[in-house]
Every structure is written in C-alpha cells, then in structure tokens.
C-alpha cells in the first residue's frame, strides 16, 4: 500500500496486472498474544503499511479543506451507502430501558445485524473480480464498530476501520485518486456514525486513559485534521480553545470538528477534562501538532499491548516481517 500509493510515477495501472495472483485471501486472525509479541508487530508487512497508508493521506490532506473539490468515485459513493446502512440500523434499533447508564444493550442487536451482514456488504463495494476478499475485508469491518461484549468503542476499534480501507486500497477498489476522498468523505461519515452509536448505546471508552488521553474515542482525525490546518493564514492551534473560530470553521476542518464535538459532550473546564489537548494548544504551529500527534500516536496506540493484542492480520495485513 505505502509503495503504491507513495510512488507517484507509477500508475494504477501498472499496480493492477499482478493483484490477482498476489493474494491468498484468508480469514484474519489474532498474532499478538503476549507482550513480547509486539516486537513482531513492529516487523511486520501490517505494520509497515498500515503506517504507510495513514502518512500517506496525512500528505494527501495538508493544508486543504473539507470544501477543496476532490473527485468522488463510484468505489467511495459505495462505501458512504454502506455506512448511511449502519447508520439507518441505529434508527430501526432504540436503546432499551435497563437499570445500568452505561453500556446499552441494544447495541448487541445493532452489532448482530452487521455480524450477518459485513460479508454482503463488502461485496456490493467490491469490483466483482474481488469478490473472494470480501471475507477477509469483512472482519474489520466488524471490528472497527466496538465490542459487542463490553460495549466499548475506541483508538483500536477506529484503526481497524483505517484497516479495513487500506485493505480496500490493496485490492484496488480504492485508488490514489481517491485520497482526500477517503479522509474527508468516508472517514468523516465514518466518525458521525461512531459518534451516533456511543451517544444512543452510551459506549464506554475502550481502555480509556482519562483525561491523560487525547480523546475518549479518536486518534486519526486530529492528525488528518491537524495536517489540513498547516500554513493556514489565521488559525493557529491556540485557537481552538476559543469557542469562535470552532464553531466558525469546523465544517471546514476535521480538528475543529473533533473539538466542536468534544465540547457539546463534555462539561467543566477545558484543561481539565480534555488535558492532553490542551496542552497541544501551547504548540507553536500546525506542522509541529502534526509531528508531534504521529509520534504520540505510534506510542500511545500502536505501541500498546492492550490495543493490539485485538488487531488481526490476513493476507492483506500481513505478520509477515517486511521483506529486507
């Protein structure tokens, strides 16, 4: 993924003549399962690209708005008609009365649906030649909704989605034109669904570190959103404290969005429930924000046991170590 996407002078369809045989599509399934593992996992092919493929969107994303023209490609039309689904079975599955605030039951309704269902809606994304992945694909599709036992959602839940597009990229159904697309249409439609399911089932946050983490559910939009605000004129990221540039600019700026969000739901002082961020408001500009959220984010997430130890790996993502 990061070599096809990366290398500007090769075309799509110079990528496209050897995918059919390249790949022995297989169920994912879980390979870390003890701290010492993880050193497999920083080797691997998975790794590698799954990196690859959110540095290469952060590129893509740099200094440009949500209303910049991009093309739509029938592919992403597919992948919004899908999500507007999950989104339409929140609608047919009310919360139900129980004693317990949290952790609403129906949620397991809700998730049982797309249990049935991920494979058939894979498919209608899939090229018909591709058909035979969409098992493999299927499952972070399911992972990247929470988890049905324990009614949480969070950053490994999320990184399963940004998986399950790289995967998409990999068989190409996706394509490099459809970079800005993919930030700013999937992942942003992809965010409010999220955003719907952890305000009507009351999610818990997965693994969550508090105020001491960045946010309670995300990690890749504030990167994607801190990429889109580097050079701008005006905005500097001690703004975002301010409640009017937010409410002024957040339908053109992921992060602001974010914060927007994080400020309907949350109540009390800013720095307090919301420390880390916070303090990236003292940072001097967007660039350094960016840098600063990719290495946090290598640390924080995808260097953590207890997020990973869930992460699962096909023949797409692969445990393989990369090739010397």
């Known amino acids: 993924m990061a070599e096809t996407e990366q290398s500007s002078g090769s075309s799509h369809e110079d990528d496209k003549p050897p995918s059919p045989v390249s790949f022995n599509f297989i169920v994912p399934k879980k390979e870390i399962s003890m701290v010492p593992d993880m050193g497999k996992w920083k080797r691997s092919q998975a790794y ?16 440009k708005k949500f209303t910049c023209e991009y093309q739509v490609s029938e592919t992403v039309e597919k992948v919004l008609a899908m999500l507007g689904t999950l989104d339409r079975w929140i609608d047919e599955t009310p919360p139900v009365d129980q004693p317990s605030r949290f952790g609403n039951k129906a949620y397991r309704s809700w998730y049982a649906k797309l249990e049935q269902d991920a494979e058939t809606l894979v498919m209608s994304i899939l090229p018909s030649d591709r058909h035979d992945a969409a098992p493999e694909i299927a499952v972070y599709l399911k992972e990247s909704v929470g988890n049905s036992t324990r009614i949480d959602y969070g950053t490994g839940h999320e990184a399963a989605f940004a998986a399950f597009l790289c995967c ?25 669904v999220m955003r719907k399911l952890q305000k009507t089932y009351r999610m818990e946050p997965a693994g969550s570190q508090g105020v001491w983490g960045l946010d309670d559910f995300q990690f890749l ?85 207890p997020v990973i130890q869930h992460f699962k790996f096909g023949s797409l993502l692969s445990i393989q170590p990369v090739k010397p």
């Open 168 to 192: 998409l990229c990999k068989v190409g159904a996706l394509r490099m034109e459809d970079q800005l697309a993919i930030v700013f249409k999937v992942f942003d439609k992809y965010l409010l």
């Open 221 to 305: 939009p504030f990167i994607w959103g801190s990429a889109q605000l580097i050079d701008h004129p005006t905005l500097e990221p001690r703004h975002f404290l301010e409640e009017k540039p937010v409410n002024e600019y957040h339908q053109d700026y992921m992060f602001l969005e974010c914060i927007k969000f994080i400020n309907e739901m949350k109540t009390g002082p800013f720095a307090e429930h919301s420390n880390q961020l916070w303090n990236i408001s003292a940072v001097p500009s967007w660039s350094k924000v960016n840098q600063g959220l990719i290495r946090m984010y290598k640390a924080e997430c995808l260097e953590k046991f």
């Open 48 to 63: 590698a690209d799954y990196m690859g493929f959110i540095l290469t969107l952060n590129e893509a994303v740099k200094g």
